[in-house]
């Protein structure tokens, strides 16, 4: 059985009582400091004047250029999960608030850094949590300044260790911590503080995450059903133990040997020979494919006839390419391992494919270090990754910890939670199969009443990551994640855009899976006015 959260007890004994018969007089930001809560220790209680918070160690905020057209950017805060096309709140822009840290341990081991802001003026009344990407290790500050911004409480966790630490991955308390605990314990602190500050409980509380983050905010649907209102997840970077052999699969295709590899020269004439053969397959020519999985081109198509050049394919690319579309399988068993990525996500090969799995700069390699192989020296190319007996390895139960999985969403619905889930087709890094593999699952085990009650599936055509590729990549799924919430309107179709030199050069539904944009057949095809769900 899992440990009860420390500060959930804690919010019983003082924030319970606040509900019934709310104080006459909300607390100061400074006397927040002398709570005493069990297992947590507060470090800072401070009111920061407007404009004037600064990270701690004096980092400057750095703000991402926007996405080049087929290159995600989930660190811009450009895209989905984010802002809906907003550009990062500017600290200096900041309101006045109330800034908490403070330290959890909810278990001997524990060491879960947490920050609370609360604004001092403004506030919209709801509670938004928030966590780190990747590995975490870090306070996603510009997270909570974006959840400020909008008149947010919100609070945050590092995952319970700091980035340069490694030895927190032997540890199983600590494990649990990265997993699912460190988020809700930064929830609950962060509503205990709030219900002593203003006197009242949040009204609603929403996580919106895409990326690395998404395990925490899934985490906490599966896990602690009763902390959030409303959950937007994009990405779906969750299944760790699997997605680690997805991610890894494009490189040793194309590193098998020498005349495997596929120079990035190469990658715009496969998406291009892509695009001739499928892209007319939902009706329009728009250089986006509304559902790549009907797609069914060959690379043989580009097998070069003469010499090597970068608009064709020598035999070893052509199987290169062919192994990458058919995803990571187990070649004993022929178990899927996790989803391929689809044809139309070629322009984002190249951090697959390079000198480096996942680019070098992902915790790719350290997740197989740290947590699969335990050995600090492993080098993927000494001992490659067996993608039969290595993922037997990588099933431990006390790896799977880290995942966040579970299908099992029936507490969450009935209470009234509300999910939104969310891919881009052309995702290379996480692929968005996983995200339909995790979607039918849920509809497997709860049903599809219940999906239909509170659980949404949109995928993005020609999108990345989280933001970037030749589709409409801006939008909000915030705002009919509050509307469903708060009022019940079931959302259906969402209008995105594609922006380009800030002008909106197309909009285009996005439709709830299954359903596609269809063209009505008449109008202007990039207006979505002219397209209906089907």
């Known amino acids: 059985m899992r440990l009860r959260s420390s500060v959930a007890a804690a919010l019983v004994c003082i924030g319970a009582g606040l509900a ?71 600290f200096e822009e900041l309101p006045a608030f109330c800034r908490v840290t403070a330290t959890v341990a909810p278990s001997p081991t524990s060491d879960i850094r947490v920050e609370v802001w609360l604004p001092a003026e403004g506030w919209n009344g709801s509670f938004r949590g928030t966590g780190p990407n990747g590995l975490g290790g870090t306070i996603p500050y510009n997270s909570m300044a974006n959840a400020l911004r909008d008149g947010y409480v919100t609070a945050s966790d590092d995952t319970g260790h700091r980035t340069a630490e490694t030895n927190w991955m032997d540890d199983p308390e600590r494990l649990k911590d990265f997993g ?61 133990t699997r997605q680690v052999f997805g991610q890894m699969w494009p490189w040793e295709a194309t590193h098998e040997s020498p005349a495997s590899y596929i120079p990035p020269e190469k990658l715009p004439a496969i998406y291009n020979a892509v695009l001739k053969a499928c892209d007319a397959l939902d009706g329009v020519r728009d250089g986006v494919l509304e559902d790549p999985t009907r797609c069914r081109f060959d690379p043989k198509e580009l097998a070069c006839k003469g010499a090597d050049s970068p608009t064709c394919l020598t035999p070893p690319q052509v199987e290169a390419v062919r192994k990458i579309y058919q995803g990571p399988v187990n070649p004993r068993t022929k178990e899927r391992i996790h989803s391929p990525v689809y044809r139309g996500s070629e322009l984002d090969w190249e951090i697959l494919t390079g000198p480096q799995p996942l680019g070098g700069t992902g915790p790719l390699t350290g997740f197989f270090r740290s947590f699969i192989f335990k050995d600090p020296a492993w080098d993927y190319k000494v001992r490659p990754v ?10 431990r139960p006390d790896i799977a910890t880290v995942n966040a999985v579970n299908p099992d969403l029936t507490k969450f619905v009935a209470r009234g939670g509300r999910l939104i889930l969310a891919n881009g087709w052309s995702n290379a890094i996480v692929p968005p199969g996983a995200t339909i593999d995790y979607y039918n699952n849920v509809r497997r085990t709860i049903g599809a009443k219940a999906v239909e009650q509170g659980v949404r599936l949109y995928m993005v055509p020609g999108m990345s990551e989280c933001n970037g590729g030749p589709g409409t990549d801006t939008f909000d799924m915030f705002a009919p994640m509050r509307q469903w919430v708060e009022r019940g309107k079931i959302p259906h179709e969402v209008v995105a855009s594609r922006v380009e030199d800030e002008r909106v050069v197309r909009t285009r539904p996005l439709c709830p899976y299954p359903q596609v944009a269809v063209y009505r057949g008449a109008g202007n095809t990039d207006d979505a006015a002219n397209f209906v769900c089907k």
Not at 25 to 32: K, V
Not at 62 to 84: D, E, I, K, M, Q
Not at 211 to 229: F, R
């Open 180 to 240: 699912y605990r460190a988020i809700h314990e930064a929830t609950v602190l962060g509503k205990s503080l709030l219900s002593d500050f203003y006197g009242k409980g949040p009204s609603y509380s929403y996580m919106t995450e895409c990326g690395g983050a998404s395990t925490a905010a899934l985490s906490s649907v599966q896990t602690y059903p009763g902390d959030y209102d409303g959950v937007v997840v994009g990405g779906f970077a969750a299944y760790w």
């Open 386 to 395: 067996n993608f039969d007996s290595d993922v037997t390895l990588a099933d």
């Open 20 to 90: 019934v018969s709310p104080r006459a007089h909300a607390a100061t930001c400074e006397s927040l400091a002398s709570l005493a809560i069990p297992n947590v220790r507060i470090t800072l209680a401070r009111t920061v004047p407007a404009g004037g918070f600064t990270p701690p160690g004096g980092a400057r905020q750095t703000f991402p250029p926007p996405p080049r057209p087929h290159v995600s950017l989930a660190s811009a805060g450009l895209g989905l999960g984010y802002n809906g096309g907003r550009a990062n709140a500017r």
